[in-house]
């Protein structure tokens, strides 16, 4: 279904360098989900200079293939495209693109917690879409490198999320909220496995991955 798919679609692209090229940039970048694009690195890899590679990334978000998720800053002005960390719009797609066809590769394989974590990302934005609202959403770093893979501005308020392949959350895995300032942070959850919510903190629960 998605190799034709693919083929229609880079097909009626218009004005590529190489649609070979593009194909190939396509999976790499599907391996690179939840990360920074590194231009340097993947043009070194690719042999494609970087304002190809620039071009290649922002005909796939124009196209809403992916979606390019802001660094948090307070000023809101840190939205630079290198600082963005990249998530397709599709897990499905990305999934085959990636190599990890199966049900079992994907829960148990090296890119399992980032696959589910691309899932979690695209449905909160889409259930956001769908009611015509552009969420303001961003992934938070310190400077010690540790991060919240989403935070959904709202109410003045900062709600961090979480996402884990576990049915048996433990607060152990919520500890990097703590890096948001308490007078900013608002409710957050930790997306998972469990079958109902579960509180972990007073303002924390963890949810079930059948809310999204």
């Known amino acids: 279904m998605y190799g034709s798919f693919l083929k ?4 009626n692209l218009a004005g590529l360098p190489s649609e070979q090229d593009f ?23 690719l042999g494609i200079s970087e304002t190809i590679l620039n071009t290649y990334l922002t005909v796939l978000e124009k196209t809403a293939l992916v979606y390019l998720l802001p ?16 998530y397709f719009t599709d897990t499905g797609l990305c999934a085959f693109l990636s190599g990890w066809t199966t049900k079992e590769a994907l829960m148990d394989g090296a890119m ?29 770093r310190s400077k010690e490198d540790k991060e919240i893979p989403l935070l959904i501005e709202y109410g003045g308020k900062l709600h961090p999320i979480e996402t884990k392949i576990t049915a048996a959350p433990r607060l152990f895995m ?35 991955i059948s809310y999204l």
């Open 112 to 140: 399992g917690d980032l696959m589910f974590e691309n899932f979690v990302i695209i449905e909160i934005l889409k259930s956001y879409r769908k009611r015509g609202i552009e969420p303001l959403l961003s992934y938070f």
């Open 71 to 86: 660094e948090h800053s307070e000023d809101g002005r840190n939205r630079k495209l290198q600082s963005r960390k990249v």
């Open 8 to 11: 229609r679609y880079i097909q």
């Open 23 to 45: 194909f190939y940039f396509m999976r790499l970048v599907a391996t690179r989900i939840g990360q920074r694009l590194n231009f340097r690195t993947l043009s070194g890899e």
């Open 174 to 208: 919520i500890e990097n909220f703590d890096l948001l300032p308490g007078n900013k942070r608002g409710e957050g959850a930790l997306i998972c496995f469990v079958e109902q919510d579960l509180p972990l903190h007073k303002e924390v629960s963890a949810l079930p």
